[in-house]
């Protein structure tokens, strides 16, 4: 059976499961979660609405919701949807990530650093809202709280490739040259095949000619 076939399969699968329960949420949520993985994002979101029909305090759905409007470029929705997720579960971390990724779409740095940061405290070794808090810091021109930021996923995340590779960046832009060099030769030790790395050591080895 072709791929193809096979989805058809199953999303016929759950169509029928939710015309037999209409009334029970789970379906629709777990169909909205499918069709998402299928990069159905549109037909996703009707999902997750519905969900949210019948439980209107689905603090997840809000914040999923929130996730794929800030994918299609409508901030505003995604940060109002994001908001509501949090006014219900305040301490829901993946909520105030993509509220955090909202704010930085919309160059609200202040709130983004507000809320990369409230992921940190909550998910301590969560390197992709470390990674982020210390570009929005850079971004704000706030070099030193972005080194710290990245310093302190690495507390965590010690073998993480981008918390490396971007404390790297941002000491050699501080002309920092052997500390950036033990950052970026610590990222291509965890990938010895990053292309990225490989080519900022170059540029790095080009300058010192």
Not at 49 to 65: C, D, K, W
Not at 92 to 120: P, T
């Amino acid at each position: 059976m072709r791929r193809t076939e096979i989805i058809n399969e199953v999303e016929a699968q759950y169509c029928r499961a939710i015309e037999q329960t209409p009334s029970d949420w789970w379906p629709h949520w777990k169909y909205g979660q499918l069709l998402e993985a299928f990069g159905k994002s549109n037909a996703a979101s009707n999902q997750y609405r519905l969900v949210l029909n019948s439980i209107p305090h689905h603090y997840q759905a809000f914040a999923v919701l929130g996730l794929l409007s800030a994918k299609a470029g409508d901030l505003d929705a995604a940060v109002s949807y994001n908001l509501e997720s949090v006014r219900i579960y305040p301490t829901f971390a993946e909520a105030h990530f993509n509220l955090g990724f909202a704010y930085h779409l919309k160059k609200n740095y202040d709130k983004a650093v507000e809320h990369y940061s409230r992921v940190v405290r909550l998910v301590p070794d969560r390197a992709e809202a470390h990674n982020n808090l210390g570009l929005v810091l850079f971004q704000q021109g706030k070099v030193e709280k972005a080194q710290k930021a990245y310093r302190n996923g690495l507390k965590f995340v010690p073998d993480n490739l981008d918390l490396h590779y971007n404390l790297g960046i941002v000491l050699q832009e501080q002309g920092q040259r052997e500390e950036a060099l033990t950052e970026l030769h610590a990222a291509l030790q965890i990938d010895p095949n990053s292309a990225k790395v490989r080519k900022i050591l170059s540029a790095i080895k080009r300058a010192d000619r």
